[in-house]
């Protein structure tokens, strides 16, 4: 299964960047995690590992992640190496006149043992939603500048 979802923010592409990849304030438009941390020493960078404190449907786990490409201030990707369902995350940002172009792209598992009774459509509606909402709000929070960021150096 592959949901993505795309909007415009208002502001620079480097400080659209520098808060996605700020793992402890993704709990603020992250619906699912609770907490986020870096596991690994040095900078956030490709190889680094993080974990993820994260909660779906009244259940609580948590998420190993790895970083599987970084390059600021245009692409970020991981991938869980251990937690709730085995899938990718990749967030691209593009320069525009007006702001950044923010795509996030997941790419998982269709059907988690979990998850068996769900059906595949339902299930990709509900990912699709979660994925809207929370970019929404990503978008609101970046753009009110209520969550200031350094910008990550490129």
């Known amino acids: ?57 009244g259940t609580r786990r948590t998420n190993t992640a790895i970083v599987t490409k970084f390059d600021p201030p245009y692409c970020f990707a991981y991938e869980l190496v251990a937690g709730f369902v085995h899938h990718a995350t990749r967030f691209t940002l593009e320069p525009e006149r007006d702001g950044t172009r923010f795509t996030m792209t997941v790419e998982g598992e269709t059907v988690p043992v979990w998850l068996k009774l769900m059906r595949e459509a339902l299930m990709l509606r509900w990912a699709q939603n979660t994925v809207a909402q929370e970019m929404e709000t990503f978008k609101a929070l970046i753009e009110s500048g209520a969550h200031q960021v350094e910008p990550v150096a490129v």
């Open 1 to 57: 299964m592959i949901v993505a979802h795309t909007l415009l923010i208002k502001r620079p592409i480097e400080d659209v960047f520098a808060a996605a990849t700020n793992l402890p304030l993704s709990v603020a438009w992250r619906s699912a995690i609770c907490g986020a941390f870096q596991t690994s020493a040095g900078p956030l960078g490709v190889g680094a590992t993080f974990s993820q404190e994260v909660e779906i449907m």
